[in-house]
């Protein structure tokens, strides 16, 4: 059943429209601090695919809007925790914000950073650190190098394949859509498997 394949097509439709680029950005901010938003590779990958030429660019606007989204979340953890705990538990972040605290506990600044780079909501952790008050200056620069990594190696990817890279993931989206759709079911499985003992 090909119910990828649209969605691809239309996200590459949507990423050669003239205001792509803002609505790129306000989703770089608004992931980094609300919580029902997508991440921002959904539109950098397309819009990197679309234009090339523009990948680094891309990448360096997503990154700092990201950043500056992460300290907003920041400051609502330090500032209004007490009144967003409740939206973490209606939303299914909970869980997600109890492991994101052991996190800290473990690893400190090193949290945001794989956070930043990783498929973890970065949201939480944002949260997070102003919720239990880490020190601002690593948690920029560990957020600054997470997210600048994961949104460069994007973009790169997707400039150096090209035009190829768009036909090949049209060719295989189906394929790959339904593959990241059992990993999520797997991960999580173990997940509750994990934590439920």
Do not use: N
């Not at 919580?35 to 990448?59: C, E, N, R």
């Not at 948690?139 to 600054?144: G, N």
């Amino acid at each position: 059943m090909k119910i990828f394949q649209p969605m691809f097509d239309k996200a590459m439709r949507w990423s050669r429209h003239r205001h792509a680029p803002l609505y790129l950005g306000g989703l770089s901010f608004a992931e980094s601090c609300v919580l029902p938003f997508p991440p921002p590779d959904v539109m950098l990958a397309p819009m990197s695919l679309a234009k090339p030429s523009k990948a680094w660019f891309f990448a360096a606007m997503t990154t700092l809007l990201s950043v500056l989204g992460g300290l907003v979340g920041y400051l609502i953890g330090a500032l209004f925790f007490s009144a967003l705990e409740p939206m973490l538990h209606e939303y299914g972040y909970w869980d997600k914000y109890l492991i994101a605290v052991d996190a800290f506990k473990l690893y400190g600044p090193w949290a945001v950073f794989i956070a930043g780079f990783s498929p973890i909501p970065y949201k939480i952790f944002t949260l997070s650190a102003g919720a239990l008050s880490m020190a601002l200056l690593p948690f920029v620069l560990a957020s600054l190098v997470g997210r600048g990594a994961r949104f460069f190696l994007v973009a790169g990817l997707m400039r150096w394949g090209g035009e190829k890279m768009e036909h090949k993931l049209k060719q295989y989206v189906d394929w790959l859509g339904w593959l990241v759709v059992a990993g999520v079911v797997i991960g999580i499985i173990v997940y509750k498997t994990v934590y439920a003992s």
